[in-house]
C-alpha cells in the first residue's frame, strides 16, 4: 500500500540555520504531495503542496521538491525562526481520492 | 481560518461516560474527516464522509465509537462508555478538491 516515511525528530536548530526534513513515499500511482505543519496547541495547517513530478510548492520560506525519480519530497528552509518550531508531517493523496496518508511526523525545536 | 468550528475544546469526563464530540465545517465541501491524535499511536484517521454519507471506517476503534453526519455542515463523534484510552486529541478536518484538507483546532479529551 501508499506509505510515507519521514526522518525521526526532534530535529534542532539554532535560529537562522539551514533546515533540511526528509520525506519518502511509496505509491502505485502518481499522488500529490503535502507538507502540513502543528504549531503547540493547534490543528494540522497545509504549508505546501505538489501536484505533479518536478512542481516545487512553497510558503512562508520553505520549499519543497516532488522527485519522482527519487521518490521524494523534503521540505527545506534556508533559515529557520524561532517561530518555525512545530511538528511537520508529509503526506500524499490521489486526485478524486480524498484519503491524506500521512507521515509520522517530524518536530523542529528551534533555539535563539 | 480553516473553516471548522469544533466543540468543545477541553472535554474531562469519567471513565463510562458518554462523550460527543461536534464539528460544524463551512458548507460547500464534499468530504469530512475525524483523526485521533495520540502521542502514542500519532495521528489516525477513524471515518471520513463523502456528501454526508460514511464512506470508510475502518479506523474506528470498536462499537463504542460511532459517528453521524446528519447535514453538510455537522457531523459527531460520540464515545459511549468513554475509557481512559480514549484521552487524545480529537480533530476534524474538512476535504476540498485536490486533496487539501483544512484542520479544525480540536477537541482535547481527558478520560479519568
Known amino acids: 500500500g501508499d506509505s510515507v516515511t519521514q526522518m525521526e525528530g526532534p530535529v534542532t536548530l539554532s535560529e537562522e540555520a539551514f533546515l533540511t526534513i526528509n520525506c519518502t513515499y511509496t505509491?502505485?500511482?502518481?499522488?500529490?504531495l503535502f507538507w502540513y505543519v502543528q504549531y503547540p496547541g493547534e490543528g494540522l495547517q497545509l504549508l505546501l503542496k505538489?501536484?505533479?513530478?518536478?512542481d516545487k510548492g512553497s510558503n512562508k520560506g520553505f520549499e519543497a521538491t516532488y522527485r519522482k525519480e527519487t521518490t521524494s519530497f523534503h521540505l527545506e528552509k534556508g533559515s529557520v525562526q524561532v517561530s518555525d518550531s512545530a511538528v511537520y508531517f508529509c503526506?500524499?493523496?490521489?486526485?478524486?481520492?480524498?484519503?491524506?496518508?500521512f507521515g509520522t511526523g517530524t518536530r523542529l525545536l528551534v533555539s535563539p | 481560518d480553516a473553516g471548522v468550528i469544533q466543540s468543545p475544546r477541553h472535554e474531562v469526563t469519567e471513565m463510562g461516560q458518554e462523550v460527543t464530540l461536534r464539528c460544524k465545517p463551512i458548507s460547500g465541501h464534499d468530504y469530512l474527516f475525524w483523526y485521533r491524535q495520540t502521542m502514542m499511536r500519532g495521528l489516525e484517521l477513524l471515518i471520513y464522509f463523502n456528501n454526508n454519507v460514511p464512506i470508510d471506517d475502518s479506523g474506528m476503534p470498536e462499537d463504542r465509537f460511532s459517528a453521524k453526519m446528519p447535514n453538510a455542515s455537522f457531523s459527531t463523534l460520540k464515545i459511549q462508555p468513554s475509557e481512559p484510552r480514549d484521552s487524545a486529541v480529537y480533530f476534524c478536518?474538512?476535504?476540498?478538491?485536490?486533496?487539501?484538507?483544512?484542520f479544525g483546532p480540536g477537541t482535547r479529551l481527558l478520560v479519568l
Open positions: 505538489a501536484t505533479k513530478a518536478d
Open positions: 503526506a500524499l493523496a490521489y486526485t478524486g481520492f480524498q484519503k491524506l496518508v
Open positions: 478536518a474538512r476535504g476540498s478538491p485536490g486533496g487539501t484538507q483544512y
Open positions: 505509491a502505485t500511482g502518481y499522488p500529490s
